[in-house]
């Protein structure tokens, strides 16, 4: 008969055998922003490297129930991650119309200000400001991706805000601020309605009479329709841009699925097979004794 220690080790090897690598699948999860009026951030989560992000800009402000601010812009993509980094994210906010002061605030992240009477139909509209996602730093340069933020109104249905891009704005109405490219800022209607720049719809001057243009990777033109921002996917892969779909304020949210764990684990036969295996150990330790006694 087989010694005891024989027949631990070969009860051990069996066990072995017996256990199995079960892998658990991790389930998508998202994080959402909403607009706040101030940079938030995000921490990538262990075991993350890609996370897609969808953005909407924010829209251009309404100067009265005819004269329209131009819808924020969408994009999207997969940006290449590591564990631990940190994210900068900056959701636009809308434009808001002009108050008892005559001016017009450009909307949180680039929105260009407004100047103008609040009489009716010569109201003048803040542009809405863009939502973006920024890599390494806070700067402009280090956004990887931009929606962008739509043009003010002024207050006639014909001088409404272009919508945010788009890889490029929208144009806006009558006396046209125009929107912003890849390259450049949108021109302004006037001399007195600036152009837009490199992040930031164009203002109005403090002279003129001028709805703001949209902010953006480059921001839209100032005008009595304001141009909307352009948005910008360069920075993540697989991106994509859909112009004018955003109400109100700005939006981003962002998509990622941790890497699947591997767990030791026992089959339900490895129990059966174990008890089984017990049994026999025990009944041949009693054997034994009773051939030695």
């Known amino acids: 008969m087989k010694s005891l220690k024989t027949i631990y080790i070969t009860l051990l090897m069996v066990f072995m055998v017996l256990f199995g690598i079960e892998t658990t699948w991790a389930q998508p999860e998202e994080a ?6 101030g940079q938030q951030s995000f921490v990538v989560p262990p075991g993350v490297n890609t996370i897609n992000i969808q953005a909407w800009g924010a829209q251009g ?9 131009g819808l924020g812009g969408f994009a999207q993509g997969n940006l290449t991650v590591t564990p631990g980094q940190t994210l900068e994210i900056f959701v636009g906010g809308q434009g808001t119309p002009v108050d008892d002061q005559n001016f017009g605030g450009g909307g949180f992240n680039g929105g260009g200000d407004a100047r103008g009477g609040n009489n009716i139909g010569n109201e003048r509209g803040g542009g809405g400001g863009a939502s973006d996602v920024r890599a390494g730093g806070t ?3 280090q956004r990887v991706i931009v929606a962008a933020g739509g043009g003010g109104a002024s ?3 014909t001088r409404f805000g272009g919508a945010g891009g788009g890889l490029t704005g929208g144009d806006g109405g009558v006396e046209t601020g125009f929107g912003g490219t890849q390259t450049t800022g949108g021109l ?3 001399p007195s309605c600036l152009d837009g720049e490199f992040g930031l719809g164009g203002d109005s001057s403090l002279s003129a009479s001028c709805a703001g243009g949209g902010g953006g990777w480059y921001g839209g033109g100032g005008g009595a329709g304001a141009g ?3 948005s910008y996917i360069d920075g993540v892969e697989n991106g994509s841009t859909t112009p004018g779909l955003r109400e109100g304020d700005g939006l981003i949210i962002l998509s990622y699925t941790p890497v699947a764990t591997s767990v030791p684990t026992l089959s339900e036969w490895g129990l059966i097979s174990m008890a089984g295996l017990l ?3 025990g ?3 009693i054997r034994r004794r009773q051939v030695t006694a």
């Open 32 to 37: 959402t922003f909403n607009f706040t009026g």
């Open 61 to 69: 402000a309404d100067a009265s129930v005819v004269g329209l601010g």
């Open 139 to 141: 700067e402009f340069s």
């Open 155 to 157: 207050g006639t249905e």
């Open 188 to 190: 302004g209607a006037f």
């Open 228 to 230: 909307g921002g352009s």
């Open 279 to 281: 049994g026999i150990v």
């Open 283 to 285: 009944f041949m330790v």
